[in-house]
């Protein structure tokens, strides 16, 4: 889980760019700087340069990321970074573009690890994470790292007025995201089933069941899935206020 201390410990690592992240009594009510925007994303793609070249040297000993834990703690870095893009037009479409990025950059790099019976735990609880991330962003919301939650992104009806708004995701980009996550879905259980002592390919349910994970498996991807059908963007309450549906 995106727990709210998990989040925080990550404010050292991640720098000068933890400045990025805002604290739950002032969430972002505007879209980044075209400057601002253009730091960040160089930032990042450094970021995804480091953990693709990591990946990539897995195996050797020069690597920094060795091992799937060290792998996901990078990722996990990125992630929480991409979550801080306020859901504003036009920053709306950099988040989401960034987050798919990630998202198959990551699940795409998992089973490329030998199969650990150690680390399916943290595997669970990041693609834990990914579900809630996408559907925050499934709901325009803005990420609040002190509730480790997305919240409703809530405007004065004059800045809506004025051309503030969120656009929801496109078709484009749903039908990529479920494709996606459809398709990690069956890499991660032929990777799964290969998962214990001998290295040999054993009933996954059996193993599942046994390390008392087999409900949090089943649940992958549950909640974005079903958030792939709604619909999003913004509303205006007729008391004044803007807020995400």
Sequence with gaps: MLESSRVKSLAPALGNWATLIPESMNLPKRALSAVQERRLVDHLDEQFLELTRGYKKRSEPTTHLPTLSSYLAAAQKILILVLQIP?????????TALL??????????IPGYPPDRDALQEVLDWLDDLDQAWVAALQSQVWDPAQAAGVDLVVDASDAAAGMKSSPMSQTERTRLRSLLVGASASLEEWLATTNEEGSTMDLEVLLE???????????FSNTLR????LGGLIVDPNGMVGTC
Excluded at 210 to 220: D, I
Excluded at 227 to 230: F, K, P
């Design 87 to 95: 859901p504003i037009d036009p920053s709306t479409s950099l988040r």
């Design 100 to 109: 798919l990025r990630l998202t198959n950059e990551v699940l795409s790099s």
């Design 210 to 220: 046994r390390m008392g994970l087999q409900e949090g498996f089943n649940e992958m």
């Design 227 to 230: 958030e792939l059908g709604a």
